[in-house]
Antibody, heavy 118, light 111 residues
Framework: EVQLVESGGGLVQPGGSLRLSCAASGFTFGIYWMSWVRQAPGKGLEWVAN????????YYVDSVKGRFTISRDNTKNSLYFQMNSLRAEDTAVYYC???????????WGQGTLVTVSS | QSALTQPPSASGSPGQSVTISCTGT?????????VSWYQQHPGKAPKLIIY???KRPSGVPDRFSGSKSGNTASLTVSGLQAEDEADYYC???????????FGTGTTVTVL
């Protein structure tokens, strides 16, 4: 059974940092692209970042470029998201998701809430 | 990349059908057969219910069907059931540099 379990969310002040983790199991993690997708409270889904199977290609939505870093460790079946210089508008539930061809996300984690507030 | 356009809400009585539209452009929905649909219940993670316009993942009831015409894709839920009450989002591929775009979301209410 495919499982994605996020952790690391919490309350952080504006300008602060957080590191999210996503533990994958039930599939061969190292042969799939992975993504972070977020959802602000009461809002729709927003794609945030993609990383290729071997980490050689990485893409971000413009609003997080230079502040957030996606990475992975295939030996640990884990995806990470380092978030720096956090802003109030980054407040959201962050989901890790497995990315399939055609920009289709076929499995999602349960999400972890990041709240940026003073 | 702009969000795909969906109606904010749709509704139907149990047993009826409801259809949700997802309007893009000739660069995304109209260009590729890579439209996907996601169901999200309150407080839960999204779940893939349709991919490649009309394919259903294993375990998704055949009450859910997808189609596309030009720049607009559609999701039809037939034989509405109470558990179909949820938010629905579409998504589309937009080329090799596509970085991911979702629709604006539609809340389906079962009357």
């Amino acid at each position: 059974e495919v499982q994605l379990v996020e952790s690391g969310g919490g309350l952080v002040q504006p300008g602060g940092s957080l590191r999210l983790s996503c533990a994958a199991s039930g599939f061969t993690f190292g042969i799939y692209w992975m993504s972070w997708v977020r959802q602000a409270p009461g809002k729709g889904l927003e794609w945030v970042a993609n990383i290729k199977e071997d980490g050689s290609e990485i893409y971000y939505v413009d609003s997080v470029k230079g502040r957030f870093t996606i990475s992975r460790d295939n030996t640990k079946n884990s995806l990470y998201f380092q978030m720096n210089s956090l802003r109030a508008e980054d407040t959201a539930v962050y989901y890790c998701a497995r990315l399939r061809p055609g920009t289709t996300w076929d499995y999602w984690g349960q999400g972890t809430l990041v709240t940026v507030s003073s | 990349q702009s969000a795909l356009t969906q109606p904010p809400s749709a509704s139907g009585s149990p047993g009826q059908s409801v259809t949700i539209s997802c309007t893009g452009t000739s660069s995304d929905v109209g260009a590729y057969n890579y439209v996907s649909w996601y169901q999200q219940h309150p407080g839960k993670a999204p779940k893939l219910i349709i991919y490649e316009v009309s394919k259903r993942p294993s375990g998704v009831p055949d009450r859910f069907s997808g189609s596309k015409s030009g720049n607009t894709a559609s999701l039809t839920v037939s034989g509405l059931q109470a558990e179909d009450e949820a938010d629905y989002y579409c998504g589309s591929y937009a080329g090799s540099n596509d970085l991911g775009v979702f629709g604006t979301g539609t809340t389906v209410t079962v009357l």
